[in-house]
């Protein structure tokens, strides 16, 4: 059992930088791979980025490439997003989520345990 506690979301500025955190509880936060998602206001969830267990493989979404860094730290039981250049369509609650995997996949259903997800939003 993985329970996954996201935080950092705020209110921010078009043009602005955030950075998530999403931090796990157990001892095998290594043996996971780790995804972000995101959900908007009256649309579905979608993928955002994923990270390998071993941080050595990370995927993006098209529109976040360039602008969102993924990155963890096994050491701290930790996966982080940094979000810069932000646009008002970034707004969304963004969800961490855990695979027990070597790889992240861009489909939810490949995810075993999900956070509760922290608000971002992006004023124009």
């Known amino acids: 059992q993985v329970q996954l506690v996201e935080s950092g979301g705020g209110l921010v500025q078009a043009g602005g930088s955030l950075r998530l955190s999403c931090e796990a509880s157990?001892?095998?936060?290594?043996?996971?791979?780790m995804g972000w998602f995101r959900q908007a206001a009256g649309k579905e969830r979608e993928f955002v980025a994923c990270?390998?267990?071993?941080?050595?493989?990370?995927s993006y979404r098209d529109s976040v490439k360039g602008r969102f860094t993924i990155s963890r730290d096994n050491a701290k039981n930790t996966v982080y997003l940094r979000m810069n250049s932000l646009k008002p369509e970034d707004t969304a609650v963004y969800y961490c989520?855990?695979?027990?995997?070597?790889?992240?996949?861009?489909?939810?259903?490949?995810?075993?345990?999900w956070g509760q997800g922290t608000q971002v939003t992006v004023s124009s």
């Open positions: 989520a855990a695979r027990n995997g070597v790889v992240g996949r861009i489909y939810e259903y490949d995810y075993d345990y």
């Open positions: 157990g001892r095998t936060f290594s043996s996971y791979a």
């Open positions: 990270i390998s267990r071993n941080g050595g493989k990370t």
